[in-house]
Nanobody
Framework: QVQLVESGGGLVQPGGSLRLSCAAS??????????MGWYRQAPGKQRDLVAG???????DYNDSVKGRFTISRDNAKNTVYLQMNSLKPEDTAVYYC?????????WGQGTQVTVSV
C-alpha cells in the first residue's frame, strides 16, 4: 500500500502564502518514475486539477493559478510541494495530493486551505 501524507494547509489572509507538502511512503519503490500533483475541491463544486508534475519534470497548471503557484518535487525525500503565493479567497478548498503509476490513482486525505480576511 502507498500512503500520501499531506501537510501545510491552514488559514491565511488574501495575498499571503502557504506551502503544501505531500510525502509518499509504503509499497512505492522508485519514487522518481511516478507522476504526482494536486487537485482541489470547493464545497458544491467539482474536483479540479491545480498542478501536476511528471517523472521528467514537466508541469501543468490550472489557468487560475498560473504565475502564483509552483509545483516541485524532491525525489530523495519522496515528496512533492505546492508553493502558493498571492492567495485569493477563491483558492479556498480542500487540496488533495495524488500519485499516478501504481495502478489506480492514489489519493491523500486532503488538507484544508482557507483564504479569508
Amino acid at each position: 500500500q502507498v500512503q500520501l501524507v499531506e501537510s501545510g494547509g491552514g488559514l491565511v489572509q488574501p495575498g499571503g502564502s502557504l506551502r503544501l507538502s505531500c510525502a509518499a511512503s509504503g509499497s512505492i519503490s522508485i519514487f522518481r518514475i511516478y507522476a504526482m500533483g494536486w487537485y482541489r475541491q470547493a464545497p458544491g463544486k467539482q474536483r479540479d486539477l491545480v498542478a501536476g508534475i511528471t517523472s521528467g519534470g514537466s508541469t501543468d497548471y490550472n489557468d487560475s493559478v498560473k504565475g502564483r503557484f509552483t509545483i516541485s518535487r524532491d525525489n530523495a525525500k519522496n515528496t512533492v510541494y505546492l508553493q502558493m503565493n498571492s492567495l485569493k479567497p477563491e483558492d479556498t478548498a480542500v487540496y488533495y495530493c495524488f500519485l499516478d503509476g501504481l495502478g489506480p490513482r492514489r489519493w491523500g486525505q486532503g488538507t484544508q486551505v482557507t483564504v479569508s480576511v
